[in-house]
């Protein structure tokens, strides 16, 4: 059996390229593509490669402790690359989804609104709606199913995961980043990025702190295939606070996180952790978009 939990060496490197139809003739970008250092990650080295080079390139740390760029260039150009290389060092222990069992998810709840431990700002930001994790009627309604007030934190913790694996199915292209959390519970369908906005929206309609984090996993080719260059992706996945601290979770994958998963970002929904985003000058009418992801264990 494998151990999904063993320390393990991984390096990412991610390509972000954008061509355009005429000349930018400037574009002012946000980049969050530094790892943070988590109590299980170690970022062992880091470097970012932006073409054509930037007038200004600023790093800061944002509000939720993620590190980020601020991107100015002026020089005229037809394609933009941002490209980085980082190598981390993991080493997630496994959650204890038994001893959770001891809390419900109301007294979980309860307890963590007046913990003197748990940081006031991040109890709000991650317990009430944000931009991109709504709480309408049909989502509350999702989210007392699977979580009713009485039932064991960890097994609700579970259910999350569980229930959107099963009852939801993976597919490209039914979804876009405007689409909504009743919009794919209407589908029944989406990526991973829909399936963490879902299951952060469950567990905070229950008055549990929870983070949509993003990042990578670790994926292995099929029996007797290669891995194809470039052919990984960013994912997503759901983090929830519980009187033991935070425990990550995989919807998309039906499982809890372990040491194949890098973290790149967290915050209250995609929107505070997108890979790359801004604004450009052009008289252009469109533009092209392709990303390459390879994520490689090195030991």
Known sequence: MIDHHSRRRYEVRHRTAY?????????FERAMLRPRETEHQKVLDHAIEISPEPDRLDESVDAFGNWTHYVEISTPHTELVVAKRTTVEI??????????????VESAAAFLRTAPDVDPFEHAAYTLPSTMVTL???????????LPGNRPLGEAIEAVYREIYSGFTYSQGVTSVSTTLPEVLAARAGVC???AHLGVACLRAVGLPARYVSGYIETTPAPGTVKLEGSDASHAWVGVL????????????????????????WGRDYRDVSPLKGIIFTEGSGSTLTVAVDVKRLD
């Open 91 to 104: 080493a997630w222990p496994p959650a204890d989804l038994a001893a959770l069992n001891a809390w419900t």
């Open 193 to 195: 990025q829909d399936f």
């Open 19 to 27: 061509t355009y139809s005429d000349d930018v003739t400037a574009s």
């Open 136 to 146: 309408e009627d049909e989502v509350r309604a999702f989210a007392h199913v699977l």
């Open 242 to 265: 519980t009187p033991g601290g935070w425990v990550d979770l995989d919807p998309t994958n039906n499982h809890l996180a372990d040491s194949r998963y890098i973290v790149t970002a």
